[in-house]
């Protein structure tokens, strides 16, 4: 199966790609036989994938990766590269590939001394592969003095390597790393398409499907971990539940403290089974006694991870409690949706009934107040209020409609 075949519903972006991937094709065997390269070219140095959450911007950054990578003997009769079964492809796709770094954090932001550790690695040339690749899934979450680092090695590439940097939007890089990329724009996928590839690739039951990419709206992670996970459907289900828990002030503030014990219930879950893992791995690398007692010196690193894994923890806490606060909005759209009389199909198909009836006891103008103030718990999220402050004043907001 090509690599492009995971880019649900983005045809052109694939078709640029393509071109592009040919076109690098042609540049290396050019340099490695000795010929003159081709004058025009649609292959750059740096790239630059933004688009809605979900709409795959990481897939086809990994995508592309392979296909630089590719080494499929089709390619000298005329394919594409990107065959998706040799080893070069392989390999990338999976995250193994010598010369593929694929970076994405845990944290809440990529710091200086590992955007150093990149611009390093990005003077290297390829081990083995065709190409030196290092594809940045949250350029969005650069410091301002990483993104300054990564600046220079943008500016100064070396001859083969390429940088694969993925944001939500143009305007969350700097201008200056920006501006010398080249942009692609994903769109948010079809439901209908996003469902197909949950059948084909995943194996979900076509209904269930369905279901899972119609309540998140295209958004293909979430679709799947929707589609696959139980717990992931009850936690949605509770979310869908708050609008009719605002009716009194004791309502709004209870439903406010079980939103973010839930975030943090989830958060504990993934969190645990992470760090256990990375804790027994790092004594294990230092030599740790059988009893447990870590050598002389190491405290410091042992400090270290403990306070990686906290403010993992924190993201994943405020990741949680935003997914919870996306699929609200998604349901007060519903509403909205319905007091207009309009005929785009409800994300919320289960919830109907209730949606109905919210509908008929208040006015489109509160049902928009209302998704402002969700909007406006998110921001006050992002500006590191405190979660449980921000929670009460929606739910609040949510009753006053």
């Known amino acids: 199966m090509p690599v492009w075949d995971d880019l649900v519903g983005q045809e052109k972006v694939s078709e640029q790609l393509a071109a592009a991937a040919r076109d690098a094709d042609t540049l290396v065997t050019a340099i490695a036989s000795g010929t003159p390269p081709p004058e025009a070219s649609k292959m750059t140095h740096a790239w630059l994938f933004t688009g809605p959450p979900g709409s795959g911007r990481s897939t086809a950054a990994r995508a592309f990766a ?5 080494v499929s003997p089709d390619r000298a009769l005329g394919g594409i590269p990107g065959c998706g079964f040799c080893d070069g492809c392989h390999t990338s796709l999976i995250g193994t590939h010598a010369d593929v770094q694929i970076v994405r954090t845990d944290m809440l932001s990529i710091g200086v001394k590992e955007t150093r550790d990149l611009v ?3 003077q290297l040339s390829p081990a083995t592969g065709r190409w030196q ?4 899934e949250d350029a969005d979450r650069l410091t301002e003095g990483a993104g300054n680092v990564l600046l220079k090695a943008v500016e100064e590439p070396a001859p083969r390597t390429v940088w694969l940097l993925c944001a939500p939007s143009i305007e969350d890089v700097l201008p200056t790393i920006r501006s010398r990329c080249r942009l692609l724009i994903l769109r948010t996928p079809p439901v209908d398409a996003v469902a197909d590839i949950l059948v084909r690739r995943d194996g979900i039951e076509p209904g269930v499907a369905a279901v899972a990419a119609r309540a998140t709206q295209g958004h293909i992670g979430r679709a799947s971990r929707l589609a696959t996970d139980q717990r992931a459907r009850e936690r949605r289900a509770a979310v869908l539940k708050l609008p009719l828990r605002v009716d009194d002030i004791g309502g709004c503030l209870k439903a406010a403290q ?13 969190a645990e089974e992470v760090d256990v893992k990375e804790t027994e791995e790092m004594k294990a690398a230092l030599g740790a006694a059988q009893g447990g007692r870590m050598p002389r010196g190491t405290a410091g690193v042992m400090k270290e991870l403990e306070d990686n894994q906290k403010r993992r923890r924190t993201r994943t806490q405020r990741d949680a409690l935003d997914l919870a606060l996306i699929d609200l909005t998604g349901f007060y759209r519903d509403v909205l949706a319905l007091q207009f009389g309009s005929r785009v199909a409800l994300a919320n198909t289960e919830a109907e009934d209730t949606l109905e009836r919210l509908a008929r006891g208040s006015s489109p ?5 209302r998704i402002d103030a969700i909007a406006g718990c998110r921001e006050a999220l992002d500006r590191n209020v405190a979660p449980l402050l921000a929670v009460e004043a929606m739910t609040m907001a949510l009753r006053a409609g």
Do not use: G, P, Y
Not at 66 to 70: E, K
Not at 258 to 270: F, G, N, Y
């Open 258 to 270: 079980e939103l973010i014990d839930t975030a943090s219930e989830d958060a504990k879950q993934l």
């Open 133 to 136: 690749v290092i594809v940045l």
């Open 120 to 122: 390093r690695r990005a």
């Open 66 to 70: 392979a296909a630089l990578q590719c």
């Open 365 to 369: 103008e509160a049902t928009l107040r």
